[in-house]
């Protein structure tokens, strides 16, 4: 079936087209035409300002129960991980799929098209398999689909409880849950899960934390050849300190010698790196997702952005703990963040700023075919308004940068991903309350 779409405004990678008429049959755009200036006969109509879907390349999507919640009193990012702890106690597949059904369907409210979800919580509490061993896997693909957003399930190994200077910890407590054994029981689980339709199924290492040297880096690389992969590296300087004392190397260059670092490798965060680690990312080509609100929220600091990029490594976008869920301040934060450390302005356009929190987030999770609106490409795509009380009053031609300076998640009118609109006139299409079923999500894990 053919439908047609006419975008009032579109981003076309380099400007804003006014008057585009989107063909879309088989969940691809099949034909972009320009000029067209009023819309033509039953076609969909979307004002304001149409930009590819946006890709949230990095998500725990329970972590979103801790809203509010982690904001009293004081504490760190280690106080923070015991509350986060607590809610992957409760977690069984069916609170997780009603939790996880309800933020996607906020992201897809925000716009967001794809989302990458970092997912470790596999097993019972205690640590045994449920009988289905991906349950908890299933169960986060089967929400995507319920919010109709795609999802790439980074499908985590997870084997030691932390590193510090005398070496791995056994998993403990809660994280029990999180551990298959050994990286071969991990392979053996991970290989049955199926991807297909609006699921790919990538794969993760924690962090250097939870998988050391002797559990097996080359067969990851093996086993993962051609896969997105992710890993989060050196978020928090003790991170750093304890793998230069067990193994003598910084973790990005522990993984450099271990084969992680290619095209298809997403490094989350990269706050606290040398100059040497920087060259070994940018130089594989590997990406970098900055989650700078849940990285400010935590207090981890500010990573090298600009310095990755220069050393070429691609930079993508996530909303990691969903202290909000909000890609268009996650790009403004990249360059105010920058702006703040320097006192120098302009870092990025926002062009490059749009590039990251659609294009390169979508090839982060392998979707090379998504994040552009041309022939070919998927047809995702989130328009934002551009007559709210923020968006009013620039021109139109300067609607990426209203977009990444000025817009937020609530400014999406309309959500469509593989031709089908998802979100309209800024209602879930699926979900019918979107608020209600994440208040009663929560509830049911607090
Ligand atoms: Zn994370």
Redesign the pocket.
């Known amino acids: 079936m053919q439908v047609t779409y006419w975008l009032e405004h579109a981003w076309l990678g380099t400007h804003v087209e006014p008057g585009v008429a989107l063909t879309v049959a088989d969940e691809r755009i099949t034909e972009v035409r320009t000029g067209v200036d009023a819309p033509p006969a039953g076609a969909t109509v979307l004002r304001g300002l149409t930009l590819p879907g946006l890709a949230n390349a ?3 999507a329970f ?1 979103r129960a801790l809203r509010g919640t982690v904001q009293v009193g004081t504490g760190t990012f280690w106080t923070w991980r015991e509350f986060m702890y607590g809610v992957a106690q409760k977690l069984t597949p069916d609170t997780y799929f009603d939790l996880a059904r309800a933020v996607y369907a906020e992201m897809a409210l925000a716009g967001i098209t794809a989302v990458g979800e ?1 997912h470790y919580l596999h097993h019972q509490p205690g640590g045994a398999p449920y009988d289905n061993p991906n349950a908890m896997g299933e169960a986060l693909i089967a929400a995507a689909d319920a919010a109709g957003i795609r999802i790439t399930l980074l499908d985590t190994v997870y084997l030691h409880g932390g590193l510090n200077r005398n070496g791995y910890a056994p998993l403990a407590g809660p994280q029990t849950r999180f551990g298959d054994g050994t990286a071969d029981r991990w392979y053996e689980r991970w290989s049955q899960l199926k991807g297909g339709g609006h699921a790919t199924i990538g794969a993760a290492l924690h962090s250097v934390r939870a998988f050391s040297a002797s559990d097996g880096y080359t067969a990851f690389a093996r086993w993962t050849d051609g896969v997105p992969t992710h890993i ?1 590296l050196s ?1 928090q300087p003790a991170e750093n300190e304890a793998c230069v004392a067990v193994h003598g190397r910084t973790p990005a260059r522990l993984l450099a010698d271990s084969g992680f670092w290619k095209p298809t490798a997403t490094a ?2 990269a706050t606290h790196l040398t100059g040497e680690d920087i060259g070994l990312i940018g130089r594989a080509g590997s990406t970098v997702c900055m ?1 700078p609100t ?1 990285e400010r929220d935590l207090a981890d600091g500010i990573g090298p952005a600009p310095r990755l990029k220069a050393a070429g490594s691609p930079l993508s976008l ?1 909303s ?2 969903h202290a909000v869920i909000d890609l268009f301040e996650e790009a403004r934060a990249m360059e105010l963040n920058e702006r703040l450390r320097t006192r120098a302005r302009g870092h990025w356009t926002a062009a490059q700023l749009l590039r990251a929190a659609t294009e390169d987030g979508h090839a982060s999770l392998g979707r090379p075919d998504a994040g552009r609106l041309e022939p070919g490409a998927a047809a995702d795509f989130t328009t934002i308004a551009l007559d709210s009380v923020r968006t009013a009053g620039p021109m139109p031609r300067l609607g990426a940068e209203t977009a990444v300076f000025a817009a937020t998640g609530a400014d999406v009118t309309s959500t469509v991903v593989g031709g089908r609109q998802i979100v309209r006139d800024g209602r879930h299409q699926l979900v019918e309350d979107v608020p209600a079923a994440l208040a009663a999500a929560i509830a049911a894990v607090r």
């Open positions: 990095h998500s725990h972590h970092f989060h978020e989350v965060h989650c849940t996530g990691d703990s």
